[in-house]
């Protein structure tokens, strides 16, 4: 509710900020690609800097890949029984996992345990305050068949979570949880990646290349466009879906197995992404100080021009909404999946739709810059993601009721009981996760812009990225920030929109119309049924053609009360 005169109780964002650490990951990975084996070997050294005020005696690190080895993982007894329920019969081709060959920490051989997709051990020394250790490693991936967010697919590849990354320590310390349904969440650090790979390879990734060359002028446009979407529709081009190697990919080009090697580099970045494909046409537009690329399959002429000239929109709407885009460059890139993928500096894209770039862009800054643990609440950058899609959506179609049916799916979860609090982690939730997660946040932030008016809400957006951009945020930090700019107490706002399922649910219970010493009166009452509060906006529209707003306070069970018009109200 909206206390219109109470002022805010909560921390105030400043001192949340002075309060305010993050720990430092900086990453130097040289990996090899195998295509006919499927592997990928690298060496990882990791410099790990301690910026908590605890001294530190574990560690944890994750590898993701673990959670496609067998039907022991977590990640597929959240599945189970549902889709998922083919991993358990999965070919052993087909699975995927990362093993540690050697690690020393601190310059020491290092025993740790392994348990399913988590790596734990204890540093040879604690580590201090301000303290700095390093990491070095060998590790081995079998790449997966792409199953989730990533793997091969033909000569395609798609590398998310593909290398050990350790697990962030932040105020309520480490996040070491095994990897299930929902994503992730990373410590900012700089990325410097080697890949050596087949030399045929265009390779799209987090980072700018800084070392070799990534192939991004090797494909030319196609030259018709035909709608895409098949494979082989141009040049005589074989592409299967198969995993049979490279002669699988254009014979007509005479392919060698020559590697070459490229090196990316990263700044400010939680995480670090790549995908590689030999048919990669690239495009690449300029917006102000960073670049637009677009990566995408020769044969998905679909996302010819389309996909860069949407991104730029979408870059170009967040930007000037939320705030300068803080990397040097953003890369779509046509995947073989279904919707899309966020990484900083890249998404993966399963179609040039305008609607899933303006998802998927949002989040470079809503969980790339904005850093929030997605696992735990994933409604603070599904929510924006959603939210400017949707009112993208409702603008360029002039669909004025798009608002209301998205409501109509969170009210229906409500009435029938499912609804469960849009803050729950993802992997918490029984069966109202995504509607939650990701359309009553949406509407959250609607509501949010209704009640402080567009001006406001905007300046909530910017002040919120100015402050906290390249850090990790909470809804403590959301809340914060939105009771700073707008003087208000929000708190009981947040708990009935986010911390909890209450319902909302008000009835005109009774409308009488009366006239009294000339004027004409509209009595009425509303009962409020749900648990819900939220202001109410009444509109009367009169006999002579006016229309009269009044604002209600939405917080007692029963409301009445009379207004009086010039004009018969209808
Ligand atoms: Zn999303």
Not at 190 to 199: A, M, N
Not at 263 to 289: I, Q, T
Request: net charge negative; with cysteine.
């Amino acid at each position: 509710v909206l206390h219109g005169t109470a002022a805010a109780q909560g921390p105030a964002s400043q001192d949340l900020l002075s309060d305010y650490w993050q720990q430092r990951a900086d990453y130097d990975i040289r990996c090899t690609l195998d295509i006919e084996a499927k592997m990928l070997t690298g060496i990882e050294r990791l410099t790990y800097t301690n910026n908590s005020p605890d001294t530190l005696r574990r560690y944890f690190i994750h590898l993701y890949p673990n959670a496609y080895r067998s039907a022991d993982s977590e990640l597929y007894r959240d599945f189970h029984p549902g889709t998922w329920v083919f991993l358990r019969d999965l070919p052993e081709e087909n699975r995927g996992w990362l093993e540690i060959d050697t690690m020393t920490v601190g310059g020491e051989p290092a025993s740790f345990t392994i348990d399913g997709t988590v790596l734990a051990g204890d540093f040879p020394r604690p580590l201090p305050p301000g303290g700095t250790v390093i990491f070095d490693m060998a590790f081995r991936e079998k790449i997966r068949k792409r199953i989730g967010r990533a793997g091969y697919l033909g000569n395609h590849y798609d590398m998310a979570q593909w290398y050990p990354k350790i697990a962030v320590y932040d105020k309520t310390g480490w996040h070491q949880d095994q990897f299930r349904t929902g994503e992730f969440y990373g410590e900012f650090g700089t990325y410097e990646v080697s890949i050596t790979l087949p030399d045929q390879y265009v390779i799209a990734a987090t980072g700018l290349p800084v070392e070799g060359d990534p192939g991004w002028t090797r494909n030319e446009k196609p030259e018709h466009k035909d709608g895409g979407g098949h494979p082989g529709a141009d040049a005589g081009v074989i592409y299967g879906t198969d995993s049979s190697g490279m002669k699988q990919g254009r014979d007509d080009a005479g392919l060698s197995l020559s590697p070459k090697t490229v090196r990316f580099r990263a700044v400010d970045v939680h995480d670090f992404a790549w995908c590689a494909d030999p048919l990669f046409v690239v495009e690449e537009a300029k917006v102000g100080a960073f670049s637009v690329m677009s990566f995408y399959r020769q044969w998905n002429s679909a996302w010819a021009d389309s996909a860069l000239a949407r991104t730029v929109n979408a870059v170009r709407l967040l930007d000037s909404l939320v705030g300068p885009y803080g990397w040097p460059q953003i890369s779509i890139v046509d995947s073989p999946t279904h919707g899309g993928m966020e990484y900083p500096m890249l998404v993966m894209n399963g179609s040039p739709d305008m609607s899933l770039i303006v998802h998927e862009v949002t989040h470079m800054w809503f969980y790339g810059m904005l850093a929030n643990n997605e696992r735990d609440d994933a409604w603070l950058d599904e929510g924006p993601a959603q939210y400017f899609m949707f009112d993208w959506l409702a603008a360029s179609t002039g669909r004025k009721d798009l608002w209301n049916r998205i409501g109509d799916s969170v009210i229906e979860l409500h009435r029938s009981g499912f609804a469960e609090p849009v803050a729950t982690p993802y992997h918490e939730f029984e069966s109202s996760g995504l509607t939650m997660v990701y359309n009553k946040s949406a509407l959250f932030l609607r509501a949010l812009r209704i009640m402080v008016g567009d001006e406001v809400f905007e300046e909530i957006l910017r002040e919120y990225f100015s402050n906290w951009k390249f850090r990790h945020v909470d809804g403590e930090t959301f809340l914060a920030v939105c009771e700073d700019v707008t003087g208000l107490e929000l708190d009981d706002f947040f708990k009935q929109w986010i911390y909890s399922a209450k319902t909302c649910d008000y009835t005109l219970d009774r409308f009488k119309r009366r006239e009294e010493d000339g004027l004409h009166w509209a009595d009425l009452r509303i009962k409020r049924r749900g648990d819900m509060i939220l202001p109410i906006t009444l509109e009367f529209r009169l006999a002579d053609g006016t229309v009269v707003q009044e604002r209600l306070d939405g917080m007692p069970r029963e409301i009445e009360k009379s207004f009086s018009f010039e004009s018969k109200p209808e």
